[in-house]
């Protein structure tokens, strides 16, 4: 079964260092997310891609993240400077386009802990 | 924007039926997904409406009302292995057909 590949399952960093996630799609996946999920709350969109190009970074706090997905198929995100406020779920989700009957697959995600 | 409420939190017995209610509002609906997320993992697909209704899938049911910005998820035959997090999202074809997602009901089924 296809899945959303992501790196590192689990990451711990100290405040101001920097850090970066990497997710593979599953393939023929044009559209691509980037979630944030706090404990105990719903996930939170912060960029979607379609092929390479940003369809909406609205939420993406840009002082200090960034994504890219140059070739439209693997996507990095990142954060610099890491602050404890950071830690949290990272979750990447494809989908086949953006109106699929099932929504979008997710990725096993990256547990953040900034300390 | 939309707004998506669910309850925090369930409990239930196992065997049992819970139902689990989702309100949104959104300008341009277009369709409500239910996932299901075990703790420390990723959210899976469980149902998808948009038309009006009941969609049923085993021991999994979704509803659907459009003009009263409601949805439940409804689960016969509790077992433990249900005990999980139940996310409702909506799609918005005005926000680009994106998913916006509710805070989640963490359901915990007793035996």
């Known amino acids: 079964e296809a899945e959303v590949a992501q790196s590192p399952r689990y990451k711990i960093t100290e405040k101001s260092q920097a850090v970066a996630f990497w997710c593979d799609p599953i393939?023929?996946?044009?559209?691509l997310y980037w979630y944030r999920q706090i404990l105990g709350q719903g996930p939170e969109l912060l960029v979607q891609f379609q092929d390479e190009s940003v369809v909406d970074d609205s939420q993406l706090p840009k002082d200090r993240f960034s994504a890219e997905r140059l070739k439209g198929v693997d996507s990095t995100l990142k954060i610099q400077p890491a602050e404890l406020g950071d830690s949290a779920m990272y979750l990447c989700a494809s989908s086949l386009g953006q109106t699929s009957n099932y929504g979008y697959t997710f990725g096993s995600g990256t547990r953040l802990t900034v300390v | 924007g939309q707004n998506i409420d669910q309850p925090t939190e369930m409990t239930a017995t196992e065997g049992a039926i819970v139902q689990i209610n989702c309100t949104y509002q959104?300008?341009?609906?277009?369709?409500l997904f239910w996932y299901q997320q075990h703790a420390g993992e990723a959210p899976t697909f469980l149902s998808y409406n948009v038309l009006d209704g009941l969609e049923e899938k085993g021991r999994f049911s979704s509803f659907l009302s459009r003009s009263k910005g409601y949805s439940y998820l409804l689960l016969k035959e509790l077992q433990m292995k249900d005990s999980a997090s139940y996310l409702c999202a909506v799609r918005d074809h005005n926000a680009g057909n994106m998913l916006t997602f509710g805070g989640g009901t963490r359901l915990m089924v007793k035996p």
């Open positions: 393939s023929g996946h044009a559209t």
């Open positions: 959104t300008s341009g609906f277009n369709g």
